[in-house]
C-alpha cells in the first residue's frame, strides 16, 4: 500500500492501528516500524503505545521499551532507524511501515523488501512528496502491484480552511504544493526541470551514447 499523503492528515494513527491489529489479532505476528531517523520512528511507536494503552492493554505486553514491544501472545512490534546497516538480520516479517518513506534511502528499501518474502507480509509506504526521485516516487508513479491512496490536505477535516489559506499566502507556490497538496515537485538541486528533459527527448535524434537495441 502506497500513502501519499500531506502533513498532519493522520498517517501516524492509521499506522498505529494498522501495527497493532497485526500485532493483537495474529499471533506470533513481527510488525517492523522504519523511518529515515531514529526520532521518527520513535515518534510512530509512541502512536502506536498510546493506541495500545487506549485499548486496555487487551493483551498484556512481554516487554516494553521505547521502541517496541513483545506481547504475550508472540507477537513482536519493533521501530527501528532508517539505516540498511541496522536493519539486517529480520525475516518474516507480516506487516513493514515505512514512515515518510519519500526520505528513506533506496537502499534501505532494496534490503527490506526480502524480509517479507517467506511471511508473504504487507508493505505499508506513507509519506509528503520530496521531489521526483527516490523509490517513494517510482513506486507512486510506475510499478504494477499497489494500491494508491492520496489524502491532500483539503480532504482532512483536522486542517481548517484558515489555516491551509495562510500557508498558500506564504509559502513558495511549489513548497505549499508538496506540502499540502501530494505533489511530487521538481527537487531543489535540480538544473532542469522534468518538463525540460523530456521536451528535449526526441526519437527522431540518435543518442550520443547507449543506442537502443534492435
Known sequence: MLLNCARQSGKSTMAAILALHQALGTPLSLVLILAPAERQ???LFSKVAEAYRTLGHVIPAESYRKLGMELANGSRIEALPGSERTVR????????LVDEASRVADEL???VRPMLAVSGGRLLMMSTPYGRRGVFY???????GWERYEVPAGECPRISEEFLAEEQRTLPRRVYRQEYECAFEETDDQVFTHADVEAAISEEVTPLFGVANG
Do not use: C, I, P, R
Open 109 to 111: 528499501y532494496y534490503a
Open 89 to 96: 538480520g529480520f525475516s518474516g516479517v507480516d506487516l513493514l
Open 41 to 43: 520512528a520513535k515518534e
Open 138 to 144: 517510482e513506486e507512486w508513479t510506475g510499478a504494477e
